[in-house]
């Protein structure tokens, strides 16, 4: 009895690994990874301030030239719904007096900036113009503009002849709306 329960043991041991060799062998397993990507803002913030060179006044119009700052946009939306971003400025007045004014009929993006894409794909379309109005100063048409991308803006101020000597401020305003 004790030599029938060996050979069964043998038999049963010998089957059971010559089974797992065959079943490692030839077997192979598929399995579904899932990632999850969820949309995020549509935004902007100045890497660096607006500025204009300062000016000696001489007796005739002059012109001070500048940036509006580096400006650092963001669509992580995920969506392609495209945007556009407007600035306009406000007359400048002197921090002296406040009936001292540089009217910003005068202020201008002076040369199409180039946009710099950080990451994404097509980037958005810049545009010049006076700042006295609204002004659609970057464009991204549908499935564009998706990503990180910054601009400077070339600006010029035409400053008159007559204007008051002191220090002037203007309130830019940057507003950035979903869709082309």
Do not use: C
């Amino acid at each position: 009895m004790v030599r029938r329960f060996r050979a069964i043991l043998t038999i049963t041991v010998i089957t059971v690994l010559i089974g797992s060799q065959a079943l490692f062998a030839s077997s192979s397993l598929a399995a579904r990874v899932t990632l999850t990507v969820r949309g995020g803002p549509l935004g902007f913030a100045f890497e660096k301030q607006p500025q204009l060179a300062p000016i000696d006044m001489t007796g005739l119009d002059q012109e001070s030239s500048g940036t509006l700052g580096l400006i650092d946009l963001r669509d992580a939306r995920g969506t392609g719904a495209g945007w556009q971003l407007t600035a306009q400025a406000s007359d400048f007045v002197s921090r002296d007096d406040s009936n001292h004014t540089i009217p910003t009929t005068g202020f201008n993006i002076s040369a199409a900036a180039p946009v710099t894409t950080i990451a994404g794909n097509a980037a958005p379309q810049s545009f010049i113009g006076g700042l006295s109005l609204p002004l659609k100063l970057l464009e991204a048409e549908a499935n564009t503009g998706m990503g990180h991308f910054q601009i400077e803006p070339p600006v010029t101020l035409n400053v008159p002849a007559d204007v008051f000597a002191g220090t002037y401020d203007s309130t830019l305003t940057l507003t950035i709306i979903s869709g082309p």
